[in-house]
């Protein structure tokens, strides 16, 4: 056992303070600008520790280690006022202010910067594919070959300014964190209280509280009244809690169980306080969360990316290898129309209209995405939305509604009852569980009732429009649904004589109420443990007081009480007592609050809780089908977050009602796991699917531990403690509605809906857009393929000069490199989702893009496409053709140049037809397109013959561009001066018979192919 260790802080004006703190191991960080240090001296067994830490946490240049401060939470009011050299009473003396100031620095956050509009240009550049091109551009303008160059250098540009307008929204966090903060605050200086800027306060500032107001800086609170907090955007928790100032003895508890803090940001929903500042700006709970998203790092590149970036350099090698061999076939005695040759060849290697396919994929998908709700705010977190494994999501406002609804209560002799309506909806009513008939309006009843309408300070108004204590509301809507809300009772005459607040002591709050005919009559409510000890009878079903000791209805009660807990609802236990007075004014004076709580009689128990989501089972369970884990983090309690599991699918419908080993570790509470290592994490069989009271340090860990499986997550939240995690997961989705600036600033997509069933939605668009990528990669690329192999095959064809005669011109070859096949690639961008597509598991993190399916198909079907056109010219040559290839036919028209221009007109069709066929095949890479309908299960006659790739998912944008680039390849075929000066040959007239029966032949070939591939690969 450690000896007690003393903690000493040190002040610029020469002061220290000396207090005992918990044993902690040794730090040591540097700061030659620090003014405050702590030192602590350690006894072990090792003998005596001296530690040193020095912190300047403001102004801080670079990220560093974050030390700890002090537990104030675990310290008692004196020592908290020694270690701050302030004072309960007077606060911090003016005069000490500025020196305070000086050391930490203003009550601010400090910002990342923006987004630099030229600098994110200029990113869209910094591409290998890019580069290649840009390359490709230069050389074809160095040997003037303007075209060429022209089209490549308009389809780079037009890439950069799709993927510019889409990210031009600059992050700006710090500025949303910024205005988060109150802009004044009231606090007490040399025993004086003035308002202050917010920015101004400094540690050790004595600040007066009141509701509505937004806490400036985190503190230790020193008076409470009736102090409720909501901390929900902080630590997720939807009910405000209850804050005293009494010494907490564990060091270790939760952010939300620290009921003696309150934090900067956090705002009061009712009563005040006073509360000394321990913390300011970075140093803060919401500036630790600051400092993690401005320390975070968004280079890393997705499998998509880095798919893309090996292609390029694959395809870079693979021109230059091209380029040599021509050389080489040529013995590098080059001429003009070599060199052009052998660019041309090498520029056909390289896919021209893939980068702008894909931005225009990515942003189409961006498009489909907002009409479904879902607004996406970086395109490459597209393709990570398809390949999720694990949904990391926050309970409150996200699987949940975000508002407290009474849902069961249960009344002595009359049981339990369940009450409909979600929301502040009005409409509604309550029906007795074990009868399944509506409850009985008795007097007890009744009774119940006007407890719930009348012992309240809440509003709620028939729009739903609400104000006050979520508790309070939800009991008020419930009185509202049985038709006996507040303003329907003031009708009737009932009015408040006088109104005994909460108190967080004894868990209770009572109001003194007139009835309409002139009697007084108390009512009550709050923790069953301290109400029923103020009890000495309970109501039952006849509207009967039955008396009974205090055992006696603990007996009775708490097994009801723990029934609703279980169910993850917060109990809250309700009493009335009729009061007896002759006097004719009754005020708040009139009788002691003691008085007026006791011999109680006791009414009924009220379950409240926030329920979840109509569709977030529907959507948790789809999730289940696609292969996707969800995981619940939330501040929330254990027994309520896993209550919402278990509705909502995340946990087996049994959980918790059997033990079951294989069970164990499915929850957490975040005190637990925060404790294990990244090795005993690692360990365990699986991640826990529900973890309560996170801190965000908690989620995010958690979302490292899913990177270190290999796993790709997407993280869901809404509020402040939700950022650092939706920074740091693959995919961050933040709250439209309910989310905070600083969610959706930190995240990759927002909901514009708040509704989780939109994130399946989501994944299924990101799942479309990814498989759609895959169908014109492989469409693209095989084209590339093709002509790199006639282009290079076909240099064995020679004039009668013994010069390459090319089966293709450059022109011919641009055009069937990028119109043939860029539009019925954008074709294939859209094609629609695929039912079956939601039913497979995600693909693996380290599966990119190009599979060794891919590969094979690309491979398999450049060579057909390119061996079939091949014969086209050959047979057009040598068959039917004089076998006169010409003289210098490459460079311009000549006399001798008849044959071989149609047969490259020959040519040239026909790998244009193969190419647009192919993109019908690329619709599905694995099942039949070729095959007549019949043999794939279509039944209705007159569709029974029309081939699969007319007969499944419509896709016009597929026919209107296989329509464009017929109508493309006709006039550059017939069109005069454009068919024999441009692109070098001739129309053509009994060869469409050869081209015909060249498509023929490739779709037998591709589906030969497809059918041995079916049986090698499984999906």
Same mark, same amino acid.
């Given at each position: 056992m450690s000896e007690p260790q003393n903690t000493t802080i040190s002040f610029a004006d020469g002061g220290t303070n000396t207090l005992p703190t918990a044993t902690t191991n040794e730090k040591k960080i540097q700061n030659n600008d620090s003014t405050l240090t702590l030192s602590t001296d350690t006894e072990s067994k090792s003998g005596k520790t001296s530690i040193k830490d020095k912190i300047n946490p403001f102004n801080r240049k670079k990220p560093v280690m974050r030390v700890e401060g002090p537990p104030y939470h675990t310290m008692d009011l004196d020592t908290v006022c020694s270690l701050l050299k302030s004072d309960l009473e007077r606060g911090v003396d003016d005069d000490q202010v500025e020196a305070r100031r000086a050391e930490c620095g203003f009550n601010e956050l400090q910002g990342s910067g923006g987004v630099n509009p030229i600098q994110l240009f200029i990113k869209q550049f910094v591409n290998l594919l890019v580069m290649i091109l840009l390359i490709a551009t230069i050389v074809s303008f160095v040997y003037r070959d303007w075209i060429e160059g022209g089209v490549i250098c308009f389809i780079m540009f037009l890439n950069a300014f799709v993927g510019f307008m889409q990210e031009f929204k600059a992050e700006k966090t710090m500025e949303s964190l910024r205005k988060m903060a109150s802009p004044t605050s009231t606090v007490i200086r040399s025993g004086k209280e003035q308002s202050v800027p917010t920015r101004e306060l400094v540690v050790g500032d004595v600040i007066i509280l009141k509701s509505g107001d937004v806490v400036g800086a985190d503190c230790r609170i020193i008076e409470a009244s009736n102090m409720d907090v909501d901390e929900a955007l902080l630590t997720g928790e939807s009910v405000p809690v209850n804050k005293n100032p009494e010494t907490l003895p564990n060091a270790e508890v939760s952010l939300g169980d620290r009921v003696n803090m309150s934090y900067s940001s956090t705002t009061l929903a009712k009563g005040r306080g006073k509360a000394m500042i321990t913390a300011i700006g970075m140093e803060t709970e919401i500036g630790r969360i600051a400092q993690r998203l401005m320390d975070s790092d968004d280079a890393s590149k997705t499998p998509l990316q880095r798919s893309i970036d090996r292609l390029a350099m694959f395809l870079f090698v693979f021109a230059v290898i091209v380029v040599i061999v021509i050389f080489a076939i040529s013995k590098f005695q080059l001429d003009d129309q070599d060199i052009l040759y052998a660019i041309t060849t090498a520029i056909a290697a390289v896919p021209e209209g893939l980068l702008a396919v894909l931005t225009l994929t990515q942003a189409f998908g961006v498009h489909a995405m907002a009409k479904a709700n879902a607004l996406v705010r970086r395109l490459v977190s597209l393709e990570l939305l398809g390949s999720v494994t694990n949904i990391c999501s926050d309970k409150t406002g996200t699987l949940t509604q975000s508002k407290m609804v009474m849902t069961r209560f249960w009344r002595p002799g009359a049981g339990f009852h369940s009450v409909s309506g979600l929301g502040f909806t009005t409409e509604g009513e309550a029906t007795a569980e074990e009868t399944n008939t509506p409850v009985e309006m008795t007097d007890a009843m009744k009774q119940f009732i006007h407890c719930a309408a009348l012992c309240n300070m809440s509003d709620v108004q028939e729009n739903e429009q609400v104000s006050g204590d979520p508790t309070e509301i939800a009991l008020q809507v419930f009185a509202h649904k049985m038709k006996m809300g507040k303003p329907a009772l003031n009708e009737k005459n009932w009015s408040m004589a006088a109104e005994y607040p909460f108190d967080s002591t004894i868990k209770r709050m009572s109001v003194l109420m007139r009835t309409p005919d002139g009697h007084h009559v108390a009512f009550g409510k709050g923790a069953t443990e301290r109400m029923l000890d103020r009890c000495g009878g309970i109501l039952n079903a006849d509207n009967e007081v039955e008396y009974m000791n205090v055992s006696d209805m603990q007996a009775l009660i708490l097994p009801q009480v723990e029934a609703l807990a279980r169910c993850g609802l917060r109990v809250l236990t309700l009493v009335y007592r009729p009061v007896k007075t002759d006097k004719d004014v009754v005020d708040q004076e009139t009788f002691a609050r003691d008085f007026i709580e006791r011999d109680m009689i006791f009414l009924g128990l009220a379950g409240i809780y926030d329920p979840p989501r109509e569709e977030s089972k529907v959507a948790v369970e789809r999730c289940h089908r696609a292969g996707i884990t969800v995981h619940m983090l939330t501040g929330d309690h254990i027994a309520t977050a896993t209550a919402i599991a278990r509705e909502v699918s995340i946990l087996p419908a049994d959980y918790g009602l059997?033990?079951?080993? !294989?069970?164990?570790?499915?929850? #957490?509470?975040?005190?637990?796991?925060? @404790?294990?290592? *990244? *090795?005993?994490?690692?360990?365990?069989? !699986?991640?826990?699917?529900?973890?309560?009271?996170?801190?965000?340090?908690?989620? /995010?860990?958690?979302? =490292?531990?899913?990177?270190?499986?290999?796993?790709?997550?997407?993280?869901?939240?809404?509020?402040?403690?939700?950022?650092?995690?939706?920074? !740091? $997961?693959? /995919?961050?989705?933040? #709250?439209? =509605?309910?989310?905070?600036? /600083?969610?959706?600033?930190?995240?990759?997509?927002?909901?514009?809906?708040?509704?989780?069933?939109?994130?399946?939605?989501?994944?299924? !668009?990101?799942?479309?857009?990814?498989?759609?990528?895959?169908?014109?990669?492989?469409?693209?690329?095989?084209?590339?393929? $093709?002509?790199?192999?006639?282009?290079?095959?076909?240099? $064995?064809?020679?004039?009668?000069?013994?010069?390459?005669?090319?089966?293709?011109?450059?022109?011919?070859?641009?055009?069937?490199?990028?119109?043939?096949?860029?539009?019925?690639?954008?074709? &294939?961008?859209?094609?629609?989702?695929?039912?079956?597509?939601?039913?497979?598991?995600?693909? @693996?993190?380290?599966?990119?893009?190009?599979?060794?399916?891919?590969?094979?198909?690309?491979?398999?079907?450049?060579?057909?496409?390119?061996?079939?056109?091949?014969?086209?010219? $050959?047979?057009?040559?040598?068959?039917?053709?004089?076998?006169?290839?010409?003289?210098?036919?490459?460079?311009?028209?000549?006399?001798?140049?008849?044959?071989?221009?149609?047969?490259?007109?020959?040519?040239?069709?026909?790998?244009?037809?193969?190419?647009? #066929?192919?993109?019908?095949?690329?619709?599905? &890479?694995?099942?039949?397109?070729?095959?007549?309908?019949?043999?794939?299960? *279509?039944?209705?006659?007159?569709?029974?013959?029309?081939?699969?790739?007319?007969?499944?998912?419509?896709?016009?944008?597929?026919?209107?561009?296989?329509?464009?680039?017929?109508?493309?390849?006709?006039?550059?075929?017939?069109?005069?001066?454009?068919?024999?000066?441009?692109?070098k040959q001739h129309g053509i007239g009994w060869e469409w018979g050869m081209v015909a029966a060249s498509c023929l032949v490739y779709t037998i070939i591709v589906e030969i192919y497809k059918f041995f591939k079916r049986m090698v690969v499984p999906y």
């Open positions: 059997d033990k079951d080993p !294989e069970k164990d570790g499915l929850v #957490m509470s975040a005190q637990k796991f925060d @404790k294990l290592s *990244e *090795e005993q994490i690692d360990a365990l069989p !699986e991640l826990p699917l529900v973890i309560g009271r996170c801190s965000p340090e908690t989620k /995010v860990k958690v979302i =490292e531990a899913l990177y270190r499986r290999r796993k790709i997550s997407a993280m869901t939240g809404d509020g402040v403690n939700d950022s650092p995690s939706l920074k !740091e $997961a693959d /995919v961050g989705i933040a #709250m439209g =509605e309910t989310g905070s600036d /600083v969610a959706k600033q930190a995240s990759d997509i927002i909901l514009v809906d708040d509704n989780f069933s939109t994130i399946v939605h989501a994944i299924e !668009e990101g799942r479309r857009v990814f498989a759609n990528i895959s169908r014109f990669c492989v469409h693209l690329i095989t084209a590339n393929v $093709a002509l790199a192999f006639l282009l290079i095959v076909g240099l $064995a064809f020679r004039d009668s000069t013994g010069k390459a005669a090319f089966a293709l011109s450059p022109l011919q070859i641009l055009f069937a490199n990028c119109l043939t096949t860029t539009p019925p690639a954008l074709g &294939l961008g859209l094609e629609p989702v695929n039912p079956l597509q939601m039913q497979v598991p995600p693909r @693996k993190r380290s599966h990119g893009l190009f599979r060794a399916s891919n590969l094979c198909d690309i491979f398999i079907y450049g060579v057909i496409v390119g061996g079939i056109g091949l014969c086209n010219f $050959a047979v057009s040559m040598y068959a039917w053709g004089d076998n006169d290839f010409g003289i210098d036919c490459s460079k311009n028209y000549n006399e001798t140049c008849s044959t071989v221009y149609r047969a490259r007109g020959a040519l040239f069709t026909s790998i244009c037809c193969m190419l647009l #066929m192919h993109s019908f095949t690329c619709r599905d &890479l694995r099942n039949p397109q070729w095959l007549p309908s019949f043999f794939c299960g *279509e039944r209705r006659w007159y569709l029974a013959w029309v081939p699969k790739a007319f007969n499944q998912r419509q896709n016009w944008y597929l026919y209107y561009a296989f329509a464009f680039t017929i109508a493309l390849l006709i006039i550059t075929l017939y069109v005069p001066v454009l068919n024999e000066v441009v692109f």
